[in-house]
């Protein structure tokens, strides 16, 4: 059972450059959400879905676009890399939103230059 | 604004010994609380969680309080190991709005031999 599956785990970008990190659940979870993680501060929400072709906001999306065609990928687009976007990279799935089984890829380290 | 507090922010400790951290949120409405603990370059884990009418929950060595009059929230380890040394993050959920989950933003603790 793999669990949340997130590719790459590093990432270097120029500014400007775009990319996609991928994230992908074999659970059948409805809820998946990305998140980053900066030094000294939590875990900041980008953007979370509710279930295939349903996306919502979270408290940090600007410079990120989301979809969600499958149950089981749920992909974050850096259209315009920033520096400002360098961080660590969470994937998270869940049953529910509140619910206990909150399941963590393993990140993506990403660095833009 | 919802805030989740947690000190100390690093702690170092001997093998065998116990420790405390601390939680404080001002979160509400309420609806649950978790402790993770998160290896360096892993994704978070879940150790507990406890609803607003839980005092304490046990996980092997890991026990989590909670006063959820005065909003606050421990987590004792117990006879502490190597594999111990990682971050621990409090998390608190929302009982209801988009964002559900609000991260502090941890204690990383080292525990040497």
């Known amino acids: 059972n793999a669990g949340v599956t997130q590719t790459p785990k590093f990432q270097v970008l120029k500014t400007g450059q775009s990319m996609t990190l991928q994230c992908a659940q074999d659970m059948n979870h409805e809820y998946m959400s990305w998140y980053r993680q900066d030094p000294g501060m939590g875990l900041r929400l980008i953007h979370y879905?509710?279930?295939?072709?349903?996306?919502d906001q979270g408290e940090v999306p600007n410079g990120y676009n989301v979809s969600r065609s499958t149950t089981e990928d749920f992909p974050l687009r850096l259209l315009s890399a920033a520096p400002s976007q360098t961080s660590v990279y969470f994937c998270?799935?869940?049953?529910?939103?509140?619910?206990?089984?909150?399941?963590f890829g393993s990140g993506t380290r990403l660095t833009v230059v | 604004k919802n805030q989740v507090e947690q000190s100390p922010q690093s702690l170092i400790i001997l093998e065998g010994k116990n420790c405390t951290l601390q939680c404080n949120y001002t979160v509400s409405p309420f609806s649950n609380l978790r402790w993770y603990k998160q290896d360096t370059g892993r994704g978070p884990v879940s150790l507990t969680i406890?609803?607003?009418?839980?005092n304490t929950k046990s996980n092997g060595r890991y026990t989590a309080t909670l006063d959820a009059d005065t909003k606050q929230s421990s987590l004792h380890i117990t006879a502490s190991q190597l594999s111990d040394s990682a971050s621990y993050i409090c998390?608190?959920?929302?009982?209801?709005?988009?964002?559900?989950?609000?991260f502090g933003s941890g204690t990383r603790l080292q525990v040497q031999p």
């Open positions: 879905s509710v279930g295939a072709g349903i996306t």
């Open positions: 998390v608190v959920s929302l009982y209801t709005g988009r964002r559900a989950l609000t």
């Open positions: 406890m609803t607003f009418s839980e």
């Open positions: 998270a799935s869940s049953y529910g939103r509140d619910a206990v089984g909150y399941t």
